[in-house]
């Protein structure tokens, strides 16, 4: 029997040993758990023969390994009661292989002095040090949870558990004591699970199981360049549909690895691919099935099945072909010597996802696609040829990009009313919509580096009386998983709440004619005087595609209308009735897709619209795009993008702003249009995220301590931003010791910490050069006037397309800066500016325009194109800048003189610099305020 055949043989026995390993420490999840292990204990722990007293069946459950070396079958077997009750684990081999990988995966688990927490109100804490109160009832929770399909557990039974599992086990950490509440129950059990599956697989495949102490695993990485692949679109039902194509080819590759060939599992994902914990087997990829199929052939196969729906139709076939890499070295995790020993060897995940993949499609997949062929390229996939439909030739598409694209549209109108996959519906009153882009840079978290600057025993913490030295935390892959999975939720988070911000009651129209010769669920242009209307043919009737409060105000409507939805739409409705309905007057119906020479055609001459009626639901003015870990993008309309985009800031300084001078966030925004091309808007957001990170130093220039926080002044080069560090756990009470840290620049001379006197302890810092060098780090609250810190700095950056090309003006140079000399801006700036513009807005439009011109004017009259910046250190022409500001027509009662000195000086700043103008061209230009 060939290996892959053995390993699906065994198949119910891998996936029940997966589900041990899930659920080993499942009396964690319990209150009687968080009161033993409270600085107030009360009870005793959740007796280890509970489980088997509730559920009685499993008590004669083996988990059974038989193992093939030679002519000899070797049997090991034990319960599942028993193997859930860690003081048998030393009985045979299968306990043994469970403390081992239960061990691998926890040897985050270093030993705090303290931090025990009171009960009731414990506390999960975030890998960032952002605690969420642990729910009630666990306990009656974990009982429920589905203990007797382990009894006949299967796939169908795995699917429901580790929906539940991972419900649960993410609300309660694996211990309370802080620092060490910050890996949750799931993350551990999750990789235990893993662990334990692969290493029996491992025993299988090779026939003669090692011993406990000499087990190893690898990481097998399967990767595509989904980026490119889902953003090279023309339409977003396009991209909606490249991504839910995607999905389902990584879900295919999933089910080959962790159910069809049980070998591994996946521990990592996203918009590029998965990462796998898989046994250390060197030639893995290379093993085959009774057929002869290899491993890496079947998972490939499988990858080209991926569809929408489980229609066959629309597969990915050899669009994208996916990159497998099997990691060069086995690791162990914790040392097998522990604790006389520590040369823990770790999983290399951060090389396997910071490598540029090439997904070059299938030659000769493609190649069939063209014989006998002699058509146009299809413009969506750039593969296949056009048609050979009509409907799908009339749209310059093949066959398959149409069936994807009617599907997606076919969704949209039919159970996902709730949401739009139209740009036309998101643009707001004036036809403009934005594009933002978000990504945290995890380089040197995911490679372990900046782990070293979150510590586990603190300096001069008053609850180590046994002076035990100070320690970092350990880079555990509990730990790094915890952190992308932190900065996933962050972005689902946003994506959830911006949809719940931009959702209100919206109406869209149904507007009925007889039957025309149109495609189902094909989007067309209605001409409405003088505007088009976007609308969706559903058998019977054309439903509005389009933001109605725009198509009011284009057909006149007062303001008093045009902003409220509901009345919008009353007026677009009335006006149709009037013009179509009573009037008779003839529709004209147009393809937007069509070639010139087709494009003008009516296609319902001589059709007469005869009812006009409303689809009530709400829905929300926004299309969500991308929320992966390192990775968001979203569009909003361009009215609501400085709403959403301070959310997102206000979320990142609470929850990540312990470890936001490590941690840095960029977001950007790109304006456009309605009827701009979403290629280019797609092209222009993905320039704002190629960037590098930034490490820069800033000196404090103040300091404000108080009971809960730190108010930081910071400034750098004239730069000046202000942060508030939260010093507190979530309790309000317990003092932070291990995460607000800064990195200190004493130039190599250990006696500038004085870490005698105050919170700090040398660690090694990572540089952009991929080198790493001592320093200090100094808790935010020992922080000194005078004293220098390096930071990766956050920005903010913002670009208006008035014409397509000016996506190429987005480039950053080695200093993370544009040609635009103004940005990107710093992320803290965003509360700044919005406080200028607010000054500003004292004056009249005609005024505003007036003082920036003439600012600008005399800067170009003076420097010329200033390539380096001299008008920006020149005092005569922040004089004149000064002046000229003082000298514009303020209105009575709202003086110059009135603003506080400091932000006068901050307008002045701002007119010296040019961010007048960014301002200017924000607000008036591109919002039409």
């Given at each position: 029997m060939n290996q892959l055949d053995v390993l699906a043989q065994h198949r119910e026995m891998l996936l029940l040993a997966e589900a041990i390993g899930w659920l080993h420490d499942y009396r964690k999840c319990s209150d009687e758990q968080l009161k033993v292990q409270a600085s107030n204990p009360q009870g005793s722990a959740l007796p280890r023969n509970e489980l088997a007293n509730r559920y009685n069946q499993l008590t004669g459950v083996n988990l059974q390994l038989s193992v093939q070396s030679g002519a000899q079958t070797t049997t090991i077997a034990q319960t599942i009661t028993n193997l859930l009750d860690d003081n048998t684990w030393n009985n045979n081999l299968l306990g043994q292989y469970?403390?081992?990988?239960?061990?691998?995966?926890?040897?985050?688990?270093?030993?705090?002095?303290?931090?025990?927490?009171?009960?009731?109100?414990?506390?999960?804490?975030?890998?960032?040090?952002?605690?969420?109160?642990?729910?009630?009832?666990?306990?009656?929770?974990?009982?429920?949870?589905?203990?007797?399909?382990?009894?006949?557990?299967?796939?169908?039974?795995?699917?429901?558990?580790?929906?539940?599992?991972?419900?649960?086990?993410?609300?309660?950490?694996?211990?309370?004591?802080?620092?060490?509440?910050?890996?949750?129950?799931?993350?551990?059990?999750?990789?235990?699970?893993?662990?334990?599956?692969?290493?029996?697989?491992?025993?299988?495949?090779?026939?003669?199981?090692?011993?406990?102490?000499?087990?190893?695993?690898r990481l097998l990485s399967v990767r595509v360049n989904g980026f490119d692949y889902i953003l090279n679109v023309d339409r977003i039902p396009d991209l909606l549909a490249k991504q839910e194509l995607l999905t389902d080819c990584l879900n295919r590759v999933r089910d080959v690895l962790e159910v069809t060939h049980p070998v591994g599992s996946e521990v990592y994902r996203d918009e590029n691919g998965s990462v796998f914990v898989v046994p250390d087997v060197s030639d893995l990829l290379a093993i085959t099935d009774n057929n002869g199929q290899s491993l890496q052939s079947i998972i490939e196969q499988e990858f080209a099945k991926g569809?929408?729906?489980?229609?066959?139709c629309p597969q990915l076939g050899g669009e994208l072909t996916p990159h497998l890499e099997l990691e060069q070295h086995p690791w162990w995790g914790q040392d097998p010597n522990w604790p006389n020993s520590s040369n823990d060897e770790l999983p290399d995940i951060s090389s396997l996802l910071n490598q540029r993949i090439v997904s070059p499609a299938n030659v000769d997949d493609v190649k069939q696609h063209w014989q006998n062929r002699t058509a146009d390229i299809c413009t969506v996939c750039g593969l296949r040829p056009q048609g050979p439909s009509s409907k799908a030739a009339e749209r310059n598409v093949c066959d398959i990009c149409e069936a994807r694209r009617a599907d997606r549209s076919q969704r949209w109108a039919t159970s996902e009313t709730d949401r739009t996959i139209w740009i036309d519906e998101v643009a707001d009153t004036n036809g403009r919509f934005a594009l933002i882009v978000g990504q945290f840079d995890l380089t040197h978290w995911l490679d372990g580096s900046l782990l070293q600057s979150l510590l586990l025993i603190a300096p001069h913490d008053p609850q180590n009386t046994n002076n035990k030295p100070v320690t970092s935390k350990t880079p555990s892959f509990s730990r790094l998983r915890r952190i992308w999975e932190t900065t996933r939720r962050f972005w689902h988070e946003v994506q959830e709440e911006a949809l719940l911000k931009l959702r209100d009651d919206r109406r869209r129209l149904k507007i009925y004619l007889k039957q025309p010769n149109l495609g189902p669920f094909h989007v067309y242009d209605l001409v409405v005087g003088p505007t088009d209307l976007s609308v969706v043919w559903m058998a019977g009737y054309l439903l509005t595609a389009d933001n109605l409060c725009y198509i009011a105000r284009q057909l006149g409507a007062e303001s008093g209308i045009y902003t409220s939805p509901a009345a919008a739409a009353i007026f677009v409705e009335e006006y149709l009735c009037k013009q179509f309905v009573k009037n008779a007057r003839q529709p004209i119906l147009r393809n937007p897709d069509a070639s010139p020479s087709l494009g003008r055609a009516n296609l319902v001459s001589g059709i007469k619209i005869n009812q006009i009626d409303y689809q009530n639901n709400a829905y929300a003015t926004a299309i969500p795009i991308l929320a992966e870990p390192r990775s968001f993008l979203m569009l909003v309309p361009a009215d609501k993008s400085l709403e959403v985009l301070k959310q997102i800031k206000a979320k990142y300084e609470c929850e990540?702003?312990?470890?936001?001078?490590?941690?840095?966030?960029?977001?950007?925004?790109?304006?456009?249009?309605?009827?701009?091309?979403?290629?280019?808007?797609?092209?222009?957001?993905?320039?704002?995220?190629?960037?590098?990170?930034?490490?820069q130093q800033w000196q404090i220039k103040?300091?404000?301590?108080?009971?809960?926080?730190?108010?930081?002044?910071?400034?750098?080069?004239?730069?000046?931003?202000?942060?508030?560090?939260?010093l507190k756990m979530g309790d309000g009470t317990t003092d932070d010791l291990w995460y607000p840290y800064f990195f200190l620049e004493t130039n190599g001379d250990d006696s500038k910490a004085d870490a005698s006197k105050r919170l700090a302890v040398k660690v090694l810092m990572p540089q952009s050069n991929g080198k790493k060098v001592d320093e200090w780090i100094v808790h935010a609250g020992d922080l000194r006037i005078g004293e220098t810190i390096y930071?990766?700095?956050?920005?903010?950056?913002?670009?208006?397309?008035?014409?397509?090309?000016?996506?190429?003006?987005?480039?950053?140079?080695?200093y993370g800066r544009r040609p635009r000399r103004t940005r990107p801006f710093y992320l803290e700036d965003l509360d700044r500016l919005e406080e200028l513009w607010c000054s500003m807005t004292r004056l009249t439009k005609t005024q505003r325009h007036q003082v920036i011109r003439t600012i600008e004017a005399t800067r170009e009259a003076w420097y010329g194109t200033d390539d380096n910046g001299q008008s920006t250190t020149d005092e005569v022409f922040k004089q004149f800048v000064a002046d000229t500001l003082a000298g514009a027509a303020w209105p009575k009662g709202q003086a110059w003189s009135t603003i506080p000195a400091e932000w006068r000086e901050k307008l002045i700043q701002a007119g010296v610099r040019g961010e007048l103008t960014d301002l200017a061209e924000l607000h008036m230009e591109i919002l039409k305020e």
């Open positions: 469970l403390s081992r990988c239960h061990n691998t995966a926890h040897f985050d688990k270093q030993e705090p002095v303290g931090g025990k927490q009171a009960y009731p109100g414990m506390q999960i804490s975030s890998p960032f040090g952002f605690e969420r109160a642990i729910p009630n009832n666990l306990t009656a929770k974990m009982w429920a949870l589905p203990w007797a399909s382990l009894a006949n557990y299967s796939q169908t039974e795995r699917q429901t558990l580790l929906s539940k599992l991972g419900e649960l086990f993410t609300q309660v950490g694996a211990d309370t004591r802080r620092p060490i509440n910050e890996v949750d129950l799931w993350s551990w059990g999750l990789l235990v699970g893993a662990l334990y599956k692969a290493a029996l697989a491992s025993a299988l495949l090779l026939g003669n199981p090692p011993p406990a102490r000499d087990l190893r695993w569809t929408v729906k489980s229609n066959p990540m702003g312990k470890v936001r001078d490590r941690l840095p966030l960029h977001l950007g925004c790109i304006f456009a249009a309605r009827r701009t091309p979403i290629r280019a808007v797609l092209e222009a957001g993905r320039a704002m995220l190629d960037r590098e990170p930034l490490l103040q300091v404000d301590r108080q009971p809960g926080h730190v108010v930081l002044q910071l400034e750098r080069s004239g730069y000046s931003v202000q942060w508030q560090i939260p930071r990766w700095s956050s920005t903010f950056d913002f670009e208006f397309l008035d014409t397509t090309a000016r996506r190429f003006e987005i480039s950053y140079d080695e």
